[in-house]
């Protein structure tokens, strides 16, 4: 099951009126929400989602049920809960270049955009805090007014067209569209040149100029847009190399990666990255040797992210006796504190490759008992049963 989104999103049917300890949702009305918020004084707190984001219903439910962190947020935020994908009234997604699902958006009453933030769980303590410290990050640039400067206070900037067209839904992206725009276009430091180079890139001669000036990006438009511009770079970097199956290319792309990006990035992203890329190119030493490093250490990756990498595992044509020793170790640890379908299906699986068969059926026979309970398909963990069933079988 094999990789768990961890995204944030919630959504309710009706206004929640604020209290002591309870936050005011509005859900997609903007003049309410920005009235609201001019009266109190506070932050709005944009909830950017699409009604088709399944991780993002979870949020939904965590939030509800977490009365702490809505009393914590009602003291400095208005919530507006915005469908990104019918956003042609009031022009918010536009304005902020919203390009995934949920992403959050702190704003002052009068429009000065504050920060953002892309993802998050609010399943786990870790991305609790994640969530927190963004809250606190935004509280207190709202404190000191040290807005970024690059954002004006108007929602209906002049568009291309191409690029009012793709945000609306009313159509694809023209490539001869985009390469005209910076072909004719000279402030690539623009608040409108901005929002098209995070939702489409552009040729080199821009990416180069925002590498070179870096700084002056993240200056007028906060280091957390900034940053998920290079993170888009990282990841288009990764996927060449993937795609040439080329490991200079690969090397490159992580040298990259580790020069521009956070060092989360190091500590979580690049070890799953590495364990993907090298099952994928069948290194399997290559593959040993990160999947045992992990053994050996005290790693800070997440449950999802030892799982993946364990998955990979299994994927890959590496047979390796002590390297799917390590695996089992890895997701064993998991499995202490997080017993769900997810990682008791990919323990089944390590099981079954390491020849364990009948261990593998009782393990596997518990991920479905678990999917069942949590109404989650698990129609490919029934056909790795009797696959495992079979072997026991003619044992």
């Not at 709005?44 to 399944?54: M, N, R």
């Not at 404190?143 to 839904?169: E, I, V, W």
């Not at 070179?212 to 847009?225: L, N, P, Q, T, V």
């Not at 990006?261 to 994928?280: W, Y």
């Amino acid at each position: 099951m094999k990789y768990i989104a961890i995204t944030l999103f919630a959504i309710f049917s009706c206004q929640l009126q604020s209290s002591a300890d309870q936050l005011t949702i509005i859900k997609e009305d903007w003049n309410k929400a920005k009235q609201i918020a001019k009266d109190q004084n506070k932050l709005i707190l944009i909830d950017f989602y699409a009604t088709w984001c399944g991780p993002c219903k979870a949020f939904s439910a965590k939030l509800a049920e977490n009365k702490d962190l809505q009393n914590q947020l009602s003291k400095d935020f208005v919530m507006l809960k915005y469908n990104a994908e019918k956003d042609k009234k009031f022009n918010l997604t536009k304005k902020f270049h919203i390009n995934a699902y949920p992403t959050f958006v702190a704003i002052s009453p009068n429009v000065q955009y504050v920060d953002r933030m892309i993802g998050g769980d609010l399943s786990t303590s870790v991305g609790e805090e994640r969530f927190l410290q963004f809250a606190q990050n935004a509280k207190e640039t709202f404190r000191t007014k040290t807005y970024p400067l690059g954002y004006n206070y108007k929602l209906d900037n002049t568009y291309p067209t191409f690029y009012k067209n793709s945000m609306n839904k009313e159509g694809k992206m023209n490539q001869e569209d985009l390469e005209a725009y910076w072909k004719n276009t000279k402030d690539y430091s623009s608040e409108v040149s901005f929002a098209i180079y995070s939702m489409y890139g552009g040729p080199t001669i821009v990416d180069d100029y925002f590498l070179k000036h870096r700084d002056i990006f993240e200056e007028k438009f906060g280091k957390s847009a900034t940053g998920a511009i290079l993170e888009k770079m990282s990841s288009l970097k990764f996927q060449e190399a993937f795609k040439m199956k080329d490991r200079k290319r690969f090397d490159d792309a992580k040298v990259f990666s580790m020069a521009n990006l956070d060092t989360l990035f190091s500590i979580q992203s690049l070890p799953v990255i590495e364990a993907r890329f090298a099952a994928a190119q069948n290194e399997c030493y290559e593959l040993e040797k990160i999947v045992k490093g992990l053994v050996r250490t005290e790693n800070n990756l997440t449950a999802e992210q030892i799982n993946e990498i364990c998955w990979e595992v299994y994927k890959s044509d590496c047979k390796k006796t002590s390297l799917l020793g390590s695996a089992e170790n890895l997701i064993s640890n998991v499995l202490e504190g997080n017993k769900n379908y997810q990682f008791l299906d990919t323990y089944a699986c390590i099981l079954y490759k390491s020849g364990r068969y009948k261990d593998a059926a009782l393990a596997m026979e518990s991920a479905i008992e678990y999917a069942t309970k949590a109404n989650i398909d698990y129609q490919e963990s029934s056909k790795v049963l009797k696959l495992i069933n079979e072997r026991i079988n003619g044992d």
